[in-house]
């Protein structure tokens, strides 16, 4: 597939001396749009409640890019981590949303009450404080802006069995990012939201009855349109797209990277085990 341009190819420094901030950053999908940033040119403030991880990521990608460790629940650690990129760096210009949790599966009925808290916290409280402490920074500013929002997943579309506090957090995060998304236009920022399928992480793919992470993978691409599972890689390369120039006049959107998973219902999925039987 030769005709997608990579990162760092000829022409590809669509982020040359942009302030990027990435949350959840030292996580498979987080690291991916952290170094496709970096190799168009940006500076990158790497954020993640893992602090350890954060500080050996940016070490390993040289003096372009910075850690903060912050919980992106607590209001005083986003706020404190836009501000060390907005100091460091002189400005924000972009900001991937990142930080999430699949969290626990369980029926509504038997869904534990603190783990539904514990969902909501992080997937859509989280999000909303970083787009907020964003979003005043940016308007603060007056140079515009973008940020992409992770919470809409899949989920944000599709129904799945368990998956009650999940699925709600990211049908609020597809609701919150088009209200944003409105609210920030007269001040030139737009906001937008991923919806990416399974994707080859240890979040996207929950091992399969043996234990085995390959079968696992090989079992959910085979239920996808296009016969393969997505990559940290390809979603980047959509978030790349979204912050970048190119999609000036793209705004409260919540776009899917799922290889076609979604398009498939009862009548026209994949025959065998693809759906789960009637218990």
């Known amino acids: 597939m030769a005709f997608l341009p990579k990162a760092g190819d000829q022409g590809m420094k669509?982020?040359?001396q942009k302030k990027v901030l990435v949350t959840g950053a030292a996580g498979a999908i987080g690291s991916a749009a952290v170094r496709r940033f970096l190799d168009e040119g940006a500076r990158v403030a790497?954020?993640?409640?893992?602090?350890?991880?954060?500080?050996?990521?940016?070490?390993?990608?040289?003096?372009?890019?910075?850690?903060?460790?912050?919980?992106?629940?607590?209001?005083?650690?986003?706020?404190?981590?836009v501000e060390t990129s907005v100091e460091?760096?002189?400005?924000?210009?972009?900001?991937?949303?990142?930080?999430?949790?699949?969290?626990?599966?369980?029926?509504?009925?038997e869904l534990p009450v603190e783990d539904w808290d514990t969902i909501i916290r992080i997937n859509l409280r989280g999000i909303f404080l970083v787009l907020q402490a964003s979003l005043?920074?940016?308007?603060?500013?007056?140079?515009?802006?973008?940020?992409?929002?992770?919470?809409?997943?899949?989920?944000?579309?599709d129904v799945l069995s368990g998956g009650a506090g999940y699925v709600a957090s990211k049908h609020g995060v597809v609701?919150?990012?088009?209200?944003?998304?409105?609210?920030?236009?007269?001040?030139?920022?737009?906001?937008?939201?991923?919806?990416p399928g399974v994707i080859e992480t240890t979040l996207g793919v929950p091992a399969?009855?043996?234990?085995?992470?390959k079968s696992s993978v090989q079992h959910f691409a085979d239920r996808i349109p296009l016969r393969r599972i997505g990559q940290p890689d390809d979603v980047a390369a959509a978030v790349a797209f979204l912050?970048?120039?190119?999609?000036?006049?793209?705004?409260?959107?919540?776009?899917?990277?799922?290889?076609?998973?979604t398009l498939q219902s009862w009548a026209n999925a994949p025959?065998?085990?693809?759906?789960?039987?009637?218990r």
């Open 46 to 81: 790497i954020v993640d409640r893992n602090g350890a991880s954060a500080r050996e990521l940016a070490r390993s990608l040289g003096d372009n890019a910075i850690a903060i460790e912050a919980d992106v629940t607590d209001e005083a650690h986003v706020r404190g981590a």
């Open 136 to 157: 005043r920074a940016m308007i603060k500013a007056g140079t515009g802006g973008s940020i992409v929002n992770m919470g809409s997943s899949m989920a944000g579309w």
């Open 14 to 16: 669509r982020f040359d």
């Open 271 to 278: 025959a065998g085990n693809a759906f789960p039987k009637y």
């Open 88 to 109: 460091t760096f002189g400005g924000l210009d972009v900001v991937f949303n990142n930080a999430g949790i699949s969290g626990v599966v369980a029926p509504v009925h």
């Open 243 to 261: 912050a970048s120039d190119e999609a000036r006049h793209v705004t409260g959107v919540d776009w899917l990277i799922d290889g076609g998973q």
């Open 175 to 195: 609701g919150l990012t088009r209200v944003a998304a409105l609210d920030a236009a007269p001040y030139g920022i737009r906001v937008n939201a991923i919806c």
């Open 208 to 213: 399969s009855g043996d234990g085995d992470f």
